[in-house]
């Protein structure tokens, strides 16, 4: 048994393993030893074929099968010792039909070479680590919206501007006909809410759909229609008055703090304010996380230097796949996949290199914390140890959740990683002004 290595370019090897006849024959002899005493073979009796029949007739297929078996574990082994840590899996080059009675063979295999890099995380411009507050422009809206939903609903005759109005959006020829509820507030027509206002139950107004809403959404609940139908809608609406109601705004009191918290937990306006605003900041922390995530991995990929086998990953992604692609097509799908693949390098170097990795005991340690939280939430308080791990050994079963857990836990333990080795720069901004800043809306 011989193997050597050369180099093909950058990353990129071509490993030769040799095979002698010394190499298999042993084992081949064996098997056709044993093949010889349990086949079944007209003209003979079991267990009396001749060696030599044996060998003619299925010596080539045992030679391929032991020699195949050779390779792959010599293969692997010589990565091993050689410490050879690769990209993708070996791409055996194709040659011409093998002889197998020659009794040496050589098979080629080509291999991608993990880049050796550097990772500096002290970076020369920091990253912006966004705060996201409510102002009170949200927190009143939100206690607006909180007033309504809990409010009563008053019936009435006429439709002024601050109703509900249930009606009926009717076109024949395009065979639409559907009830929906709205406020005035929802037209962009001016026109359109002015027809409106002063109408009765029963009575009906034309509109045209051609910039009937402010959002585009509206329209496609009201009419029933898909999304695509709705765009660049010009026709004439039938609007006819199904119900008219004013929604009476619910008390700021201790009846409804406690419907929406909990008895005790709030009891003032002011209190209301605070855990309104306090709610909506763990929500905003998600936000800013990825946010900083994204800059971070950003930043890592622009200015973490290194050489992937390229010529190596074009010829693996044609046969990686469930189908195999052509070489123009292995090419775009490479550079589709480049950026992600050289973060996955970098954020494999950085777990590796930190003792980032999560094992069996977080994963249970996170489920059981998820359960517990599920089971308060529907008011099952303190459930005992055996029945919490018999529901986390059934979520454990279940390996599409194991996978997505450690992925989350993976990404927690990176992100912390981060906040506390990456130069950061606090800032602090209402939503809005977040929003704008970050996504220029």
Known sequence: MKISKKSLGNQHL???????????????????????????MPGFRKGHIPIGLVKKQYGKDAIREEVSKIIQEELRK??????????????????????????????????????????????????????ITADDKMINDQITNIQNQYGKLISKTEV????????SFINQTEEINNKFTLKLDKFKSKSASKSIVGLKVGDSVPLKTNNLFENQADLVSALKITTEKAEDL??????????????EPADLDIELFDKLFGKGIVKTATELKAKIAEDAEKQFVQQSDQKLLNDVTEYLIDNTKFDLPAEFLHKWMQTAGEKELSVEDAKLEYMKSEKSMRYQLIEGRIITDNKLQVNMEDIKSYTKEMIISQMLQYGQANPGDKELDEIINRVLTNQDEVKRISEQLTSQKILSFYKENVNLKAKKLPYDKFVKEVYGA
């Open 14 to 40: 071509l490993i030769t393993i040799q095979v002698l006849e010394k190499d298999y024959s042993k084992k081949v002899n064996e098997v056709l030893v044993n093949y010889s005493k349990t086949a079944n």
């Open 78 to 131: 010589y990565l091993v010792s050689e410490k050879l840590d690769i990209l993708g899996n070996p791409l055996p080059v194709s040659s011409d039909e093998i002889d197998w009675s020659s009794g040496e063979f050589n098979f080629d295999f080509e291999i991608g070479l993990t880049p050796v890099f550097d990772i500096n995380l002290k970076f020369k411009k920091p990253v912006t680590s966004y705060t």
């Open 234 to 247: 010009k026709i004439d609406i039938d609007f006819t008055v199904e119900e008219i109601n004013f929604r």
């Open 160 to 167: 002024s501007k601050d109703d509900e109005v249930t009606a």
